[in-house]
């Protein structure tokens, strides 16, 4: 996407923050001219996976960019592998402004928004694209837009991609083969009614315990990106891998309204022009980090590989339909029919 389309997509924002009553607290510096300075600042970022990761990779683009814009007056610190905050508490710690950016799995905020459970619904976007046009549209800026009253600034979405099943008990390739298995989840409801759905368990655990979780038996399998299960090495704990894609993950950059507000002009811009810059990038390195995951995992060689027909892929997509029935209530057809469309526009089928 090019700068001019971010361009006017951080316009929609701040008009949706001004209408949401946004309260602005810019205190910069006046130089001798009555001109502002850039504020001397530091910004935390605070995530939970790994280096090499489509995340981390926008997180260092945004840190590079903004100190040598801001000649180093502005720091930004990057704390990956939840060494800063994990998921039990990153978004509290962004609400108090203890950290300035997080960017999460849009589906572990479904307790504020249950219309953030979109990438958790089965097969919902046939690809990246497809996603980023539902986020970066009408009803996807307004669910991003919903957490304002929490203090919590909505800006892009970032994409990580399909979800595969690991598990270490059953090679899968049907929906009655996860029957009696249990499954960790990135937590929501309708992840809960997918493992329902085929007769398996499940629970919400945070990331940075998964890896201890699979090994310790807690659950005997996990949902996630090639790029995830590879740079956690979840495949050491595991030994079945079905390629799924039936689930997303998908990032919500989000930031503190306060902070937010509190820039003054030069100092926003070049922050929004970071922003704008680590989006590109994690946007072009999804795919190919993904990809890349992939392949190591395949030259490992801890888990046997499952890529399922388009058959078999049909019967996943028929066993879990009802689930989209289930949700239509609660997460509006209007975001339905706005998925649909973002499929018809960019999707493969
Ligand atoms: C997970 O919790 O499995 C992932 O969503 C973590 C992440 O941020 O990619």
Known sequence: MKKTQFG???LMFVLVLAACGGNDSASGE???NGGEEIQETT???SHVVAENTPK????LAMKEYIEEESDGKITVEIYPNSSLFGDQDEYQNLASNNVQFI???ISKFVGNNPQFNVPSLPFAFDNDAAALAFWDGEKGQEIMSSLTDDGVLGLYVWPNGGKHLTNNEVKIDSPEDLEGLKFRTQGGQVLESIYNEMGAGSESIPFGELYNALDQGVVEGQENTFSNIESKKFDEVQQHLTVMNHTRVDYGLFTNTEFWDGL???TKEIVQAGVEEATEVAREQAK???DEGFEIIKERGNVEITELSSEQVQEFRDYLEPIWDE???????DVYEAVRAANDEHGDT
């Open 43 to 45: 910004i935390k970022f």
């Open 264 to 266: 003054n002009e030069p």
């Open 103 to 105: 960017a999460p799995d």
């Open 30 to 32: 006046s130089d001798d």
């Open 288 to 290: 190919a980090l993904n």
């Open 56 to 59: 981390h990779q926008g997180a």
């Open 8 to 10: 006017l997509l951080f």
């Open 327 to 333: 949700y239509e209530d609660e997460i509006g057809s």
